[in-house]
């Protein structure tokens, strides 16, 4: 397995199932503001998804929100864990470019690789989706795709996103959208990549935050 970006640590058994069970947390305000990262313009929605390299099936969707006021991820019923990303209730915070190469990096493996898909949005309907994950609240197992898609479908232009349980079909009508831009992220670190990463504490940019 590769190291990604030297400012980053992470101790952590790595289990990638269709989604993890719900655990509502709720870091204290002192970690959220520490964390606080503003990426800019372009104002845009990712969405992550972690696809089977032996079946094709869909293993889990993730929602990235780019909005003006910060950058964060919803990685709902997930497992991703880093010590310096925040967590409230599946929003993780403090996703710069380096936390999101590690995100990406955490769920790709032999036998699952990511899709990103990206599409600019107003900053209007970025922060309404900001606010629209935030409040969502914990999500039960495998309902991943289920909270990702209620939550495209409330936001002005997607409301064709279709209500289901199921990566994959996410992914592909995501796919449809005008304007997306896609790119698969592959790895050859095995299923069970339990592992130690040392590097210093991660060292945020404060750029407009």
């Keep these: 397995m590769h190291i990604l970006h ?4 992470l101790l952590s058994l790595v289990v990638l ?14 970690e959220v503001a520490r964390s606080h990262y503003v990426h800019g313009a372009p104002y845009q929605l990712t969405l992550f998804t972690v696809i089977n ?4 099936g869909g293993g889990h969707s993730a929602l990235m929100v780019n909005a003006p006021s910060e950058r964060l991820i919803f990685d709902p019923a997930g497992t991703f864990y880093h010590p310096h990303l925040p967590e409230r209730n599946d929003v993780h915070f403090g996703m710069s470019d380096p936390a999101v190469a590690f995100y990406i990096d955490y769920h790709a493996r032999v036998s699952w690789h990511v899709v990103e898909q990206t599409i600019d949005v107003s900053p209007e309907v970025a922060t309404l989706a900001l606010a629209k994950v935030q409040a969502y609240g ?6 991943c ?14 409301e064709s996103a279709p209500r289901t349980m199921s990566p994959k ?11 997306v831009t896609e790119k698969k992220h592959y790895d ?22």
Excluded: Y
């Design 188 to 209: 050859d670190s095995p299923d069970d990549n339990g592992r130690l990463i040392q590097a210093p504490p991660l060292l945020l940019p404060r750029g407009g935050a």
């Design 53 to 56: 390299n032996r079946h094709g």
């Design 138 to 143: 914990a999500v039960p197992k495998a309902m």
């Design 145 to 158: 795709a289920s909270s990702v898609s209620e939550i495209l479908s409330g936001l002005p232009g997607f």
């Design 6 to 9: 030297r400012a980053f640590w």
């Design 169 to 179: 079909k996410l992914m592909q009508w995501f796919a449809e959208q005008p304007g």
């Design 17 to 30: 199932t269709a989604c993890g069970a719900a655990e509502p947390k709720w870091a204290p305000d002192t």
